[in-house]
């Protein structure tokens, strides 16, 4: 079984920063592209950001030049810094991973691809 974490969300004003991350769990032998999405209720998910096993990155354009994602390989985990924060940046975040659980897994690009529970981040004006 493998899984992934979120952490790091909470309640800021405008203007504040939150890092939150994104820890594999279980058989893991390294993490592919990941990516950060958001979700408010009644609305679709959204795309933050998304970082390739190279580190290629990607964002929305709503969260350009505020938010930076990032990856540490040997720690299994994914993190998004977000910076200047906006009320409309309140949102659930969660986390989606390409796990992989062996070097065969890897060869054979057999992968999970897991989403986590999600962390919430309320941005008060």
């Known amino acids: 079984q493998v899984q992934v974490v979120e952490s790091g969300g909470g309640s800021v004003q405008s203007g504040g920063s939150l890092r939150l991350s994104c820890a594999a769990s279980?058989?893991?032998?390294?993490?592919?592209?990941g990516g950060w999405y958001r979700q408010v209720p009644g609305k679709q998910r959204e795309m933050v950001a998304t970082i390739t096993s190279n580190g290629k990155t990607n964002y929305g354009d709503s969260v350009k030049g505020r938010f930076t994602i990032s990856r540490d390989n040997a720690k299994k985990t994914l993190y998004l810094q977000m910076n200047s924060l906006k009320p409309d940046d309140t949102a659930v975040y969660l986390c989606?991973?390409?796990?992989?659980?062996?070097?065969?897994?890897?060869?054979?690009?057999?992968?999970?691809?897991?989403w986590g529970q999600g962390t919430q981040v309320t941005v008060s004006s």
């Open positions: 989606n991973a390409v796990i992989y659980s062996t070097y065969a897994d890897v060869v054979n690009d057999r992968f999970r691809n897991p």
């Open positions: 279980g058989s893991v032998f390294s993490i592919g592209a």
